[in-house]
T-cell receptor, first 116, second 115 residues
Framework: EPEVTQTPSHQVTQMGQEVILRCVPI?????FYWYRQILGQKVEFLVS????????KSEIFDDQFSVERPDGSNFTLKIRSTKLEDSAMYFC??????????????FGSGTRLTVV | AQSVTQLGSHVSVSEGALVLLRCNYS??????LFWYVQYPNQGLQLLLK??????LVKGINGFEAEFKKSETSFHLTKPSAHMSDAAEYFC?????????????FGTGTRLKVLA
């Protein structure tokens, strides 16, 4: 079964550093997403991406965040200057291929980001 | 605006007992609804989804959920709990008309199964 792959599984970074979280969505999917889950809390929408542009973003997704699909296979989330409160599990998801509904997500296994 | 309410952040059941995890939604249009399970230190696994076909939806691992429009509910049930069902369960809603297909998640219910 096709999977969404996220790397790395764990990342520790110092406050103020830039971090890039990487995702390889399912190859024929058209919609891409990032969600985050702060420890012990609910999963929150960050951003959706379609046709090489952001289609919606939440208030969490401020100027410190950016997304990119640089080469047609990877989908990255960049945090420019990390803060302690960015520590969370970040989930990538993709949906919507030729025969699948855009509502039918496949989530990756997540990247746990720890900012120290 | 969409929202999801999961009643009970922690639920404990005995092995073999009925599992009932509650989810109520608020949506301006008929929604799509989902239940996900998260095992410790793992990702989100889809249990089942409602997309306007049958109101009783069967999922994996013996779980099912019933969409009740009059009650704006989508409760998750399993007739007989197993130890392996211990996990966190999230209900999510997606507005059909949003155009971006984002999910709004509930706060989750941690299920504990007692031997």
């Amino acid at each position: 079964e096709p999977e969404v792959t996220q790397t790395p599984s764990h990342q520790v970074t110092q406050m103020g550093q830039e971090v890039i979280l990487r995702c390889v969505p399912i190859s024929n999917h058209l919609y891409f997403y990032w969600y985050r889950q702060i420890l012990g809390q609910k999963v929150e929408f960050l951003v959706s991406f379609y046709n090489n542009e952001i289609s919606e973003k939440s208030e969490i997704f401020d100027d410190q965040f950016s997304v990119e699909r640089p080469d047609g296979s990877n989908f990255t989330l960049k945090i420019r200057s990390t803060k302690l409160e960015d520590s969370a599990m970040y989930f990538c998801a993709s949906s919507g291929g030729a025969r699948t509904s855009p509502y039918g997500y496949t989530f990756g296994s997540g990247t746990r980001l720890t900012v120290v | 605006a969409q929202s999801v309410t999961q009643l009970g952040s922690h639920v404990s059941v005995s092995e073999g007992a009925l599992v009932l995890l509650r989810c109520n939604y608020s949506s301006s249009v008929p929604p799509y609804l989902f239940w996900y399970v998260q095992y410790p230190n793992q990702g989100l696994q889809l249990l089942l989804k409602y997309t306007s076909a049958a109101t009783l939806v069967k999922g994996i691992n013996g779980f099912e959920a019933e969409f009740k429009k009059s009650e704006t509910s989508f409760h998750l049930t399993k007739p007989s709990a197993h130890m392996s069902d211990a996990a966190e369960y999230f209900c999510a809603v997606s507005d059909r008309g949003s155009g971006t297909y984002k999910y709004i998640f509930g706060t989750g219910t941690r299920l504990k199964v007692l031997a």
